[in-house]
């Protein structure tokens, strides 16, 4: 596709319901990524993909956080039993082989937990 | 572990005005740093990326510069115009894969 596409935009579930965030990088993009951008706070880096292996979980919160990625293209990022502090933009980011790239950017999904 | 800091928090300049938006970090040990665009509900675009070897970087009217020594970054928008309201965002890459991002400078241009 023309850009790095996000599904759901926006998601509200009920605390402890699990939720799957999509996330379609730019084609032939091997290199994949997911970060939280926290109200008020920072952008936090969780998992970095190349492609269908993640050498880099370091920043997944706690064992409720899981991601995959199938073919080397889409991934999803699932939350299990999900906590009102995971209200957050989930974004997604893409680059053509690694780290040291410019990252392109999803426009995010919008979580909110009640 | 690198922190990223970014001043001023917030700017408002009438359209015209040139401008200089600043970042630190802590950990000079980069690879590169990248200067991000947001716009509000949107998710990130890239507006330049300096290599730790480079000193600067220009696209029109962005100039991005990088004094690794000092651990300092600079943007600088030339001619601001209202479409250049947004927040900008600084991230540095030191070893492995995560970008260390700032907390960004909202910035608005008014007529």
């Known amino acids: 596709g023309a850009g790095v596409s996000q599904s759901p935009s926006n998601k509200v579930t009920e605390k402890g319901k699990d939720v799957e965030l999509r996330c379609d990088p730019i084609s032939g993009h091997t290199a994949l990524y997911w970060y939280r951008q926290s109200l008020g706070q920072g952008l936090e880096f969780l998992i970095y993909?190349?492609?269908?292996?993640?050498?880099?979980k370091s920043g997944l919160p706690s064992d409720r956080f899981s991601a995959e990625r199938t073919g080397g293209s889409v991934s999803t990022l699932t939350i299990q039993r999900t906590q009102q502090e995971d209200s957050a933009v989930y974004l997604c980011a893409s680059s053509l082989a690694g780290s040291n790239e410019k990252l392109f950017f999803g426009s995010g999904t919008q979580l909110s937990v009640l | 572990k690198q922190e990223v800091t970014q001043i001023p928090a917030a700017l408002s300049v009438p359209e015209g005005e040139n401008l200089v938006l600043n970042c630190s970090f802590t950990d000079s040990a980069i690879y590169n740093l990248q200067w991000f665009r947001q716009d509000p509900g949107k998710g990130l675009t890239s507006l330049l990326l300096i290599q730790s070897s480079q000193r600067e970087q220009t696209s029109g009217r962005l100039n991005a510069s990088l004094d690794k020594s000092s651990g300092r970054s600079t943007l600088y928008i030339a001619a601001s115009q209202p479409g250049d309201s947004a927040t900008y965002l600084c991230a540095v890459l030191n070893s492995g894969y995560a970008l260390n991002f700032g907390k960004g400078t909202s910035l608005l241009v008014t007529p």
């Open positions: 993909f190349q492609g269908n292996s993640a050498p880099d």
